[in-house]
């Protein structure tokens, strides 16, 4: 009798994943911000990384290394267990699989700061996404492993935690002319890429997903999209890899071309920043721009990432009433099947980017919001070890996986096209001289 009596108090006790993922990501913002916890998660070679000639005896020697492996570790275990827990799930064996996880995510930021992957713009998401995959095909998972793989929960942490580093003070500060790019080229080529992707047969999850890497800001607004749609994470794979290897030729040829079309600073860098869809990407397309050009790449980067919570609100509300519609035509869609359907992390995104924006003074928030995005990152390499870790290669073989890379070329081109257009009427013909 007692142990019904516990079992059903711990019911009473369980959030659902959503709420739980808003619980654990705020316990963390927390943490950071009332102790003045300055340890980032592990890194290696410093921002120009390692090469072959890197004295690795000093690198893998320094105590400061390891504490923030040590640190980094305990506090992503304890948040990671209050997050299951809080979605009412078992931990049984969980510890064993996270500890893996964890080590594989230290091996993928080893293998992606190399000197040469840094250049190219290459993020640890990418080599978490290949190292993930490699195990995963070569290897039966033990279950002990399979365990620690919780997609969904490490997502969902690492995107309420993203909220606090998207600042709207920033956009704001910087001028209206970002923020006015940002929604008319987000707004056009959403719905472009959307249906792009519908009249090529892609199904709607894709294309949703799709549509929202290519006008949003890559990699974040694939994840967002996919945690508000419940959407596939094998397609979400397939979308991340897209987006990281387009990424590259952009990256290095785009700023060729401005250059060769006669284009401003300025234009050029509201162009990149408004096209090109890795944060790392955008800034190393900047600096081969110039000075000015890595400003305004910035200023427009940023004013899309602000854009983000925005969309996932819309997108969440958009889907409800889609897959409500397709069920039921012509039936009224109630107030609270939306709410059923809403992705509550969304709410904890916007929060935090609202706590951080117009609450906390600016010196804590810039100094907080440094150690939340390098622990939002660290949530989504988890992630996608555990993506890499579930996915087969053959399960790519019946995705028709060439109509999705050819919508996301079709919608890649238009914005690139339609970009410019934007950049240049607002930042050279309208913008005061």
Request: with cysteine; glycine share 10%.
């Amino acid at each position: 009798m007692a142990d019904n009596n516990n079992s059903s108090s711990v019911k009473k006790f369980t959030l659902g994943q959503d709420w739980a993922s808003v619980v654990a990501g705020f316990i963390m913002i927390l943490f950071v911000v009332l102790t003045g916890y300055a340890v980032l998660t592990p890194s290696f070679g410093g921002k120009a990384g390692w090469n072959h000639d890197h004295d690795f005896s000093g690198m893998f020697g320094a105590a400061t290394l390891w504490s923030s492996v040590l640190w980094t570790f305990v506090i992503f275990a304890v948040i990671s267990v209050l997050g299951i827990l809080f979605s009412g799930e078992k931990i049984k064996k969980y510890f064993t699989g996270f500890i893996a996880i964890f080590l594989l995510v230290i091996l993928a930021q080893f293998v992606s700061s190399y000197a040469g992957f840094k250049n190219l713009g290459l993020e640890t998401v990418l080599f978490s996404l290949v190292i993930g995959l490699l195990i995963g095909n070569l290897f039966r998972l033990p279950e002990w492993l399979r365990s620690g793989v919780q997609t969904e929960l490490y997502v969902k942490i690492g995107l309420v935690l993203l909220g606090a580093t998207i600042l709207f003070k920033d956009i704001l500060s910087a001028g209206s002319f970002g923020l006015i790019q940002a929604v008319i080229v987000v707004t056009v080529v959403w719905y472009f890429a959307f249906w792009i992707s519908r009249k090529m047969k892609v199904d709607d999850e894709f294309s949703t997903m799709l549509a929202s890497a290519v006008s949003i800001c890559g990699v974040s607004a694939a994840i967002a999209t996919a945690g508000a749609i419940n959407g596939d994470k094998k397609k979400l794979s397939f979308i991340i890899s897209l987006v990281l290897i387009i990424a590259i030729p952009m990256m290095i040829f785009l700023p060729i071309i401005a250059k060769w079309m006669g284009l401003s600073e300025i234009v050029t860098g509201a162009w990149l920043g408004g096209t090109i869809d890795t944060t790392g990407a955008v800034v190393a397309a900047g600096t081969i721009a110039g000075e000015t050009g890595l400003k305004y790449a910035t200023i427009v980067k940023f004013s899309q990432n602000v854009l983000l919570g925005l969309a996932a609100f819309a997108i969440s509300i958009f889907w409800a009433y889609r897959k409500r519609g397709a069920n039921e035509k012509g039936q009224h869609v109630p107030a609270r099947i939306i709410w059923d359907r809403f992705p509550k992390f969304v709410l904890g995104f916007i929060l935090a980017s609202l706590v951080f924006s117009f609450i906390l003074n600016p010196g804590t928030a810039q100094s907080s919001g440094k150690v939340i995005k390098s622990f939002s990152t660290f949530w989504f390499n988890l992630a996608f070890i555990s993506i890499g870790l579930e996915t087969r290669f053959a399960d790519f073989r019946h995705m028709e996986s060439k109509k999705p890379f050819y919508s996301f070329l079709i919608a890649q081109t238009f914005n690139i096209i339609f970009t410019l257009g934007v950049s240049y009427l607002l930042f050279q013909m309208l913008s005061p001289k």
